[in-house]
């Protein structure tokens, strides 16, 4: 009969692995119908293992079918029918087209070495490590519960309610107020409610290209609408789009406020076309200057604005947690896609951001982060505004953890960020943020991974890359 | 001019308090053009309190454009445009037609007065609170990541890869084994990669009502198939469903388990038409009988099977953990649409799974819970096999947290849940199991959240119910 191993190290259990070799050997036909298994006895014997041992294994094969047990001639291998050989090369699973169109992102660690300039990432020495784990420990055991409300826990939507209103006057209840996974996560939840595969939906270009990937994968049209100085440019967005997605606080990428104008022409325009605005408010926690323009959702009287906030930037993107301020007409249907796909948001992670909101801790680490992302801003700003060689210029910005650096005009010109890589920069192309042409090149640097001490070298050396 | 109100008990600031009021003032009229409003000063000694709020108050509405200040004259109410005023009723938003026929679950909390028999509930009692604390406290610092792999971690999809191949035989390496937030999460993925909105999938009928919604939600047509003791009548796929979801290990609602020769046509079945077989393995940790037969990932020669599992009913449903083991030629599509949508799994939870895999502490659970739910299965089976009037029938079950009973065979029957929700009996129909038209009549009776002491007195309530 075949041989058969056993291997020590193997964290298999012993019948696990007699199962598996003599399985494999009859589905391979090395053991073929007909074949007499050797009495188990003898197998246990010659492993010196437990014969209970053999007789589960062969117990398994038989229950599978492989092996029959035929009085007077022990175990035979069976003459059912196997797995289909491959006689043919049958095509692997391929993904649809157009989900094989989405584009991944690769924020990767930055090396030692490197000067992190990546929008996004932010200084991890920041983070409140003892008020985040003392949150924690007081709310483990909500993983106790059953199945909880796919809009989250009512003490994290009223504190979120509560803190949202306050820090940036956005009129919300608790019963308005749902929890998701981040920005992109609330942006995808809308649109599965709001538009159905086909319709056309806006966003600024440029723009975030998170957004647009999951936009595109549901089977939407994305029409890119350009923006000027004030913002979207209003008049240029189809009529027919259901969904307009914005960054009025602080554009993705270019860094421009909305102005209030603005603000109240595409209020009218969601209003006469029917349509929706979703109003991302990413980093609006970290302004520079001066107090920024009410939200939309506060200006609108229509219902037509769903409000979408992260705590990606305010808190860690390692949480996973954002949220949404929804008219009520949406709440029902985004209830019930919510719970049909995951359920709802992990209740541990809620009571932890909960207690964190409401005993202060969270305004707390915000004082702080402020006023060390504000220094960095500020040496950022002022190293550019020295060094940054003739061409090339910073673009305002009243907020966020990044600055942009538009490039000379001509858009076809190679992207630098290789470029910039070999230099330890890493950072972001402007070009990325385009959904279809590219109108402008430049760069996003981020100075929320970067450490204040790496301000200068990081765009001294830029600026020797851009000057050769 | 106008009254100010403070109110010491609103836990905004005060200048946000002096802002609304002014603001709200001024939208609804009751402060018009070119009214002027009282000096700061005044303002300050009449409240008593600090000027620099009353300026920072005025300072707000100025920037946002409602005062202005004029030299001599203090600061008037602008004559900017508001926020158009709603003349016509506006249509508020409203979800699509396909968002909105989602019928939400409704699993609530059972009163103390009630016996439990919702199938997905667990014993909360059963919960190894003490070890997952430890896993938790040895892995908050997680929390500290940057943005982490899609995929999941490393040591999580190895954990995952090594225990299920361990416990159910699927042939799965870390690289293909994907974290989700839940079963339901993991086919949602699946079908936003292999699916374009308008394609066919097909799907158990009855069978489990949250895929249902989930596929429909994507736009997808979903056909009811309908099964016989083998599981799923493979003849009556639809020859261009792209995606066929199944229970083999124990269907979903009826609880036969797919014998091995009906599971080998369903692969070549798929194997001939190109489409993909999802794999729902949602409960097979709790078998009552003989080792299940060899899973479809197991036995398919031509990476046509996604594997899916959960730690909804192995662990708890609080957790929102799940997982899927794809074959590599959708890994790269699979990482891309999750990156865009929530990027990763929440690290935290993910470092605590981890731990309480690889130190034993699941299986430990495992066993303790096999062991409690096993012998409420086997009451509640013998319970029911006395009890049970005529024309009700204990279908079989191999594996599983219910049991389900079938009713006489006229499907216009009424549905008597709410009836048995009088009695004090909460448990699901058998007929919200279809997608389609119920063809038949039944509940099912989960025994997971029922104590073993009301298994008896429950079936009592039951019968007493279906023999009037």
């Not at 003599?22 to 293992?49: F, K, N, Y």
């Not at 990767?108 to 200084?123: K, T, V, W, Y």
Request: hydrophobic fraction near 40%; glycine fraction near 8%; charged fraction near 20%.
């Amino acid at each position: 009969m075949m041989e058969l191993f056993l291997d020590p190290d193997d964290p298999r259990p012993l019948a696990v692995q007699l199962y598996e070799q003599l399985r494999t050997a009859i589905a391979e036909g090395r053991l073929r119908p007909g074949d007499r298994l050797t009495p188990s006895r003898t197998v246990a014997a010659d492993l010196r293992i437990a014969r209970a041992t053999v007789t589960e294994a062969y117990g398994r094969l038989s229950a599978e079918g492989y092996i029959e047990g035929h009085s007077g001639r022990g175990s035979l291998v069976s003459a059912v029918p196997q797995p289909a050989r491959r006689r043919t090369v049958v095509a692997a699973l391929q993904p649809t087209r157009r989900a094989g169109a989405i584009v991944p992102f690769a924020p990767r660690p930055g090396a030692a070495s490197e000067f992190d300039c990546q929008p996004g990432h932010l200084d991890p020495a920041l983070f409140p490590v003892a008020d985040w784990r003392r949150c924690c420990l007081r709310t483990l055991d909500h993983a106790l519960g059953q199945y909880d409300d796919p809009q989250g826990t009512p003490g994290l939507r009223a504190a979120l309610a509560n803190w949202v209103l306050r820090s940036r006057g956005v009129a919300a209840t608790a019963e308005q107020t749902f929890v998701t996974s981040g920005a992109a996560h609330a942006v995808d939840l809308v649109a599965r409610v709001l538009a159905d595969p086909g319709a056309t939906v806006a966003v600024e270009e440029p723009g975030y290209p998170p957004v647009v990937a999951i936009l595109r994968s549901q089977g939407l049209r994305v029409a890119g609408v350009p923006v000027d100085e004030h913002g979207i440019v209003v008049e240029a967005i189809p009529a027919n789009a259901r969904l307009v997605y914005v960054t009025p606080s602080h554009q993705y990428p270019l860094g421009m406020v909305m102005s209030r104008r603005r603000r109240l022409e595409l209020l009218r325009w969601a209003g006469r076309s029917g349509a929706a605005i979703v109003e991302d408010d990413y980093d609006s926690e970290f302004r520079h200057a001066a107090r920024p323009l009410e939200p939309l959702q506060r200006l609108d009287r229509d219902g037509r604005v769903i409000y979408v906030g992260t705590f990606s930037k305010t808190l860690s993107p390692a949480l996973r947690v954002g949220f949404l301020v929804t008219p009520v007409t949406l709440l029902p249907a985004l209830r019930a896609v919510r719970q049909a796909v995951d359920w709802c948001p992990p209740p541990a992670t809620q009571g932890a951001l909960t207690e964190f909101i409401t005993e202060g801790y969270l305004d707390r680490h915000l004082r702080r982060a402020r006023r060390r992302y504000g220094e960095r801003y500020r040496l950022l700003r002022s190293s550019l505004d020295q060094l940054l060689p003739a061409g090339y210029r910073r673009l305002p910005a009243e907020a966020g953890l990044h600055l942009t650096v538009s490039g000379p005009r001509d858009a076809a010109d190679p992207d630098l960020t290789p470029i910039l890589r070999r230099h330890g920069l890493r950072l972001t192309s402007l070009r990325r943020s385009y959904a279809f042409e590219p109108a402008a090149t430049g760069m996003l640097i981020g100075f929320a991974g970067l450490p204040y001490q790496h301000v200068v070298p990081a765009v001294h050396a830029l600026s020797s890359v851009l000057n050769s």
